[in-house]
């Protein structure tokens, strides 16, 4: 299994990024996605997810309103939306893949799979 996130990059507060994340290796169908992100320092923390048909999502507080979770089955991808970025998003951003997900907060039950993470920097 293969998880390869991209898109990240430096963008100037109140900016966007879209960060895309490919799976490989695993029906993708089966799986609720997840990013997470890790500043510097600082643990691990969940940002975003959705269940396996892309039907139901979640957010961190912190995040609510300005990110969105979509995928595509299809092009086994799913995708990070970032919006109205502030300095404090800054971190590298991972994405996971959970099977069959269930529960309501299974995307902090532990993931299967990780994947590397793609480091998003934004300036104030």
């Known amino acids: 299994v293969q998880l390869q996130a991209s898109g990240g990059g430096l963008v100037q507060a109140g900016g966007s990024l879209r960060l895309t994340c490919a799976a490989s290796g695993l029906t993708f169908g089966l799986y609720g996605m997840g990013w997470f992100r890790q500043a510097p320092g600082k643990e691990r923390e969940f940002v975003a997810a959705?269940?396996?048909?892309?039907?139901?999502?979640y957010y961190a507080d912190s995040v609510k309103g300005r990110f969105t979770i979509s995928r595509d089955n299809a092009k086994n991808t799913v995708y990070l939306q970032m919006n109205s970025l502030k300095p404090e998003d800054t971190a590298e951003y991972s994405c996971?893949?959970?099977?069959?997900?269930?529960?309501?907060?299974?995307?902090?039950?532990?993931?299967?799979?990780w994947g590397k993470g793609t480091q998003v920097t934004v300036s104030s």
């Open positions: 996971a893949a959970k099977r069959a997900p269930y529960g309501s907060n299974w995307y902090l039950d532990g993931m299967n799979y």
């Open positions: 959705g269940t396996s048909s892309g039907a139901n999502t």
